[in-house]
C-alpha cells in the first residue's frame, strides 16, 4: 500500500485559514473622555425607566427642595428619625407627635 502524503500547509495558506484579528478603532484621549462621559450620563439620567425609587418619595424630594432652608433641615431630620425608628421596627400607630409641646 502507498502511503498518501499530506500536504503541507505553508504559511501563506495558514493567513488565510486563521481570519485576521478586527482591531478596535483607537480613540485619542478627548474620544475617551466624552465616551465616559456619554456612558456616565446615561447612568445617572433622571429619567430613567428602571428606577426604583417609588414615586412618593419624588414627591416628597419636590416638596423638600421647595422649603425654606431651616424648615427643610427640619423636615429632613424628621423624616429620618421616622425611618430609623421603622428600621428597628418601632413604630406604631402614634408614634409620631407633631408639634407637641
Request: proline letters at 6%; hydrophobic letters at 40%; one cysteine or more.
Given at each position: 500500500?502507498?502511503?498518501?502524503?499530506?500536504?503541507?500547509?505553508?504559511?501563506s495558506?495558514?493567513?488565510?485559514?486563521?481570519?485576521?484579528?478586527?482591531?478596535?478603532?483607537?480613540?485619542?484621549?478627548?474620544?475617551?473622555?466624552?465616551?465616559?462621559?456619554?456612558?456616565?450620563?446615561?447612568?445617572?439620567?433622571?429619567?430613567?425607566?428602571?428606577?426604583?425609587?417609588?414615586?412618593?418619595?419624588?414627591?416628597?424630594?419636590?416638596?423638600?427642595l421647595?422649603?425654606?432652608?431651616?424648615q427643610?433641615?427640619?423636615?429632613?431630620?424628621?423624616?429620618?428619625?421616622?425611618?430609623?425608628?421603622?428600621?428597628?421596627?418601632?413604630?406604631?400607630?402614634?408614634?409620631?407627635?407633631i408639634?407637641?409641646?
Amino acid at each position: 500500500m502507498d502511503e498518501v502524503e499530506k500536504p503541507r500547509a505553508s504559511v501563506s495558506s495558514i493567513d488565510t485559514i486563521i481570519a485576521p484579528m478586527e482591531k478596535k478603532p483607537c480613540l485619542g484621549p478627548i474620544a475617551k473622555q466624552n465616551a465616559l462621559l456619554e456612558k456616565a450620563l446615561t447612568l445617572l439620567d433622571p429619567n430613567m425607566e428602571n428606577d426604583n425609587t417609588p414615586n412618593v418619595a419624588k414627591v416628597w424630594g419636590e416638596k423638600l427642595l421647595g422649603l425654606e432652608y431651616e424648615q427643610k433641615l427640619f423636615a429632613e431630620k424628621a423624616i429620618n428619625d421616622i425611618l430609623f425608628e421603622a428600621s428597628l421596627g418601632n413604630l406604631r400607630k402614634n408614634s409620631v407627635q407633631i408639634n407637641s409641646g
